[in-house]
């Protein structure tokens, strides 16, 4: 038997032995090591502490102007457009950061030492999401801060925390295919590089930065398709006003497929990676 079959095997039976309860208990234990090492690590933290800040004044101060005269109402009326999208933009940006994460544990060594361990594999996966989502509640938190400071007027907090929790989900999904990613590419840069060209295209191929009606016929083909449009529409239609049952059912309909398809390849990926 190879043993990359022998690891398999030996992880499937350890797996099978755990219960609820101690994958529950290994995954809190993951959790708190994570945190750990960002608190020795504090600079781990900065994209979390700084694109929210960046990406806020950049968008609104560059483009507010002119965007925000097309909405009919100048730079005031284009901070209440954009936060809401810049907000379903973090989850988006956070997660790629389990897959660089992910991918440095395992050329550090620190994978090997888990696997080593009588632990349920699907708790490292697991802790690194949780965590992940602590880290995107962070950004979240700083963005609403500046937005505010920028003249966002906050009318509906039970919309808002509704747009933190859909964006948590969303985000949540999207960390699958940085995961799977993470186990694939041979370093960190490589998932990085791969995480600009998925990301990018999504970004700004959406209704986050700006509406979507005067792009060519084709790219708003593209845009009604997006699940970024849909989500940054919810949290728009949430947080702001106006229509958005449609795009919340469209957005948690792709967390689920996502989920669907991404997270068994992610945990069979992790289990056979030799």
Same mark, same amino acid.
């Given at each position: 038997m190879s043993a990359a079959a022998t690891t398999m095997t030996t992880t499937l039976t350890t797996d099978a032995r755990i219960s609820l309860r101690g994958h529950l208990r290994h995954t809190g234990a993951l959790v708190r090591r994570n945190l750990l090492w960002i608190r020795q690590d504090p600079e781990?933290?900065?994209?979390?502490? =700084? #694109?929210?800040?960046? *990406?806020?004044? =950049? #968008?609104?101060?560059? *483009?507010?102007?002119?965007?925000?005269?097309?909405?009919g109402g100048g730079q005031q009326a284009y901070v209440q457009y954009v936060v809401p999208g810049l907000m379903a933009m973090m989850g988006m940006n956070m997660a790629q950061g389990v897959g660089t994460g992910f991918n440095q544990d395992f050329n550090s060594g620190v994978m090997d030492r888990f696997r080593s361990l009588p632990i349920g594999r699907g708790s490292v996966l697991f802790a690194k999401i949780a965590v992940e989502l602590m880290r995107m509640l962070v950004a979240t938190a700083i963005l609403m801060v500046v937005a505010v400071l920028v003249g966002f007027d906050i009318t509906n907090w039970i919309g808002l925390l509704a747009s933190v929790g859909l964006s948590a989900v969303f985000g949540s999904a999207l960390m699958w295919v940085f995961i799977t990613l993470g186990?694939?590419?041979?370093?960190?840069?490589?998932?990085?590089a791969m995480g600009?060209?998925?990301l990018m295209p999504l970004q700004f191929g959406s209704s986050i930065f700006a509406p979507t009606q005067s792009m060519p016929g084709w790219l708003q083909n593209f845009t009604d398709y997006n699940p970024l449009s849909a989500l940054a529409d919810a949290a728009r239609g949430l947080m702001v006003g106006g229509p958005a049952a449609h795009d919340v059912w469209l957005t948690l309909a792709w967390s689920a497929a996502l989920t669907a398809v991404m997270a068994p390849v992610a945990i069979h990926k992790f289990r056979t990676k030799s």
């Open positions: 781990s933290m900065f994209d979390a502490v =700084l #694109f929210p800040v960046i *990406f806020t004044l =950049l #968008f609104v101060y560059v *483009f507010g102007g002119s965007i925000g005269q097309s909405l186990v694939m590419m041979k370093s960190a840069q490589s998932v990085q600009f060209l998925v």
